[in-house]
């Protein structure tokens, strides 16, 4: 990693971890179930779709196109995949946050 490497804010690394356990089924309705379920955070489809646009701009995922369907209205879904790149901006602040609580479990608690 380069130190120009930005790091991954907290909805980003939500987002990408929803996609990771949704495996080849990530677009957009399950991404944000994912998240609320694990989470119980409210996610607007606004706040992901610019996520995800960002992420992919930013080379962290990669989407593609699925066939149209008559329940959408002839519209195909767009489905997402984290790319190499994306994994280790995961890694990298995943990485960053272990180091920064390090040491600080009895301010912060023990966690699960």
């Known amino acids: 990693?380069?130190?120009?490497?930005?790091?991954?804010?907290?909805?980003?690394?939500m987002?990408?971890?929803?996609?990771?356990?949704?495996?080849?089924g990530a677009y957009t309705v399950p991404i944000r179930e994912q998240i609320m379920e694990r989470t119980g955070r409210s996610v607007s489809r606004g706040a992901l779709y610019t996520?995800?646009?960002?992420?992919?701009?930013?080379g962290g995922l990669a989407s593609n196109l699925g066939d149209p369907t008559p329940v959408r209205?002839?519209?195909?879904?767009?489905?997402?995949?984290?790319?190499?790149?994306?994994l280790a901006q995961?890694?990298?602040s995943r990485e960053a946050m272990q180091n920064m609580s390090r040491g600080l479990a009895a301010v912060l608690g023990k966690t699960k």
Do not use: C, N, Y
């Open 51 to 58: 996520t995800l646009e960002r992420l992919e701009e930013k």
């Open 90 to 92: 995961l890694r990298h």
């Open 73 to 86: 209205g002839g519209r195909p879904k767009r489905f997402w995949k984290v790319t190499r790149q994306g």
């Open 1 to 13: 990693m380069s130190r120009k490497q930005q790091f991954l804010g907290e909805f980003e690394q």
């Open 15 to 24: 987002v990408m971890l929803a996609i990771l356990h949704l495996e080849d």
